[in-house]
């Protein structure tokens, strides 16, 4: 009798190409999330992320409500909700209402970071204040409160989310530093570590996790989910040329110049200097290229040198169709 594959999961950037319209992009990710489940992925999860050409994914709730409508059993989730941009009696009103409509298939992945730039953030927030602020924990806790009660005496006692008669969903901690998973220790929630781009080893990160992980009414054993990076296509070569246009969406990303996300023909043409190739070469190793085989090999070395439970994989390819297939080769090549 042979195991089980280890879950798969798809993270979605909604990612906008050169040539297309953003809008265009959000009715992409509706294509690959159905594309997703007759795959085989357990989870769907929407980013949020602000002001960045490349990405239409703004408002993961909304996406969240449009993918669920447009299938029928996967889970699917945020990945995740920037918990200060937002009220956490909004956050626990709104994923009661997913969970109503959906039962037993939302997740609610929460991050303290803002998925922009300060001045964005600040727009978001409305104060400085709220822009310094340091209170994961107290956000965290109120929006349990609005679920489950308020201690007695709060001022907010009174206040429930509703709809009241479903929980919220499983709640997941987002991180791409040692503070995400000590959170998630602390709160005994899952912990999702973004290894797509974390600069830390996450074999670290996600072993202390589970070291000082506290069992909770919620969840009594830790569980994680590694974020990847994967690039897969049918042979090498084309691999390598999704992945260089990739690499000048981050390059133009990081310096600065944010844009739509080039095409490996953009990509072929554009003057590399030695400065920004060698800038690239360091950031290559964080995404698994190649054929269905090469890259099912990388993601299960890293699965297993991470010590993590399932993974969930992003892929910014230019061409829909092409970023479709990647996603369905590797869910054949996995074993879904």
């Keep these: 009798m042979t195991s089980e594959p280890m879950p798969l999961s798809v993270l979605d950037l909604s990612p906008v190409p050169t040539g297309s319209r953003p809008s265009q992009a959000l009715h992409e990710t509706l294509e690959l999330a159905r594309t997703a489940e007759a795959a085989g992925y357990k989870r769907y999860w929407l980013a949020e992320h602000h002001n960045i050409p490349s990405v239409a994914s703004s408002t993961p709730e909304v996406m969240i409500a449009a993918v669920a409508a447009a299938t029928s059993h996967i889970r699917v989730g945020s990945g995740g909700i920037m918990l200060p941009n937002h009220s956490p009696l909004k956050v626990a009103e709104t994923f009661r209402v997913l969970a109503g409509l959906h039962p037993d298939r939302i997740d609610l992945g929460i991050g303290r970071a803002p998925g922009t730039d300060q001045r964005t953030a600040l727009a978001l927030r409305r104060s400085r204040e709220a822009l310094g602020a340091d209170d994961f924990p107290e956000q965290y806790a109120e929006l349990r409160a609005y679920a489950e009660g308020f201690p007695t005496g709060h001022p907010f006692a009174p206040i429930s989310a509703q709809p009241d008669d479903v929980p919220l969903p499983p709640v997941w901690i987002l991180g791409s530093s040692t503070y995400g998973g000590q959170a998630a220790a602390a709160l005994g929630t899952g912990f999702a570590y973004a290894g797509h781009f974390g600069t830390l080893d996450p074999a670290g990160v996600i072993a202390s996790y589970r070291e000082n992980f506290q069992p909770s009414d919620h969840r009594s054993t830790p569980h994680v989910i590694l974020a990847l990076a994967a690039i897969v296509a049918d042979t090498e070569e084309r691999a390598q040329q999704l992945a260089q246009a990739n690499a000048l969406s981050m390059l133009r ?19 590399w200097s030695d400065a920004e190739r060698a800038a690239v070469e360091e950031w290559a190793g964080l995404v698994s290229v190649g054929t269905p085989d090469q890259v099912v090999a990388d993601l299960q070395s890293r699965a297993k040198a991470a010590d993590a439970d399932e993974l969930i994989i992003t892929t910014n390819i230019h061409s829909p169709a092409e970023r479709r297939h990647s996603f369905t080769q ?5 074993g879904l």
């Design 253 to 271: 990303l990081r310096s600065g110049r944010p844009g739509p996300l080039p095409s490996p023909e953009e990509a072929a043409a554009y003057p």
């Design 330 to 334: 590797l869910a054949a090549a996995w």
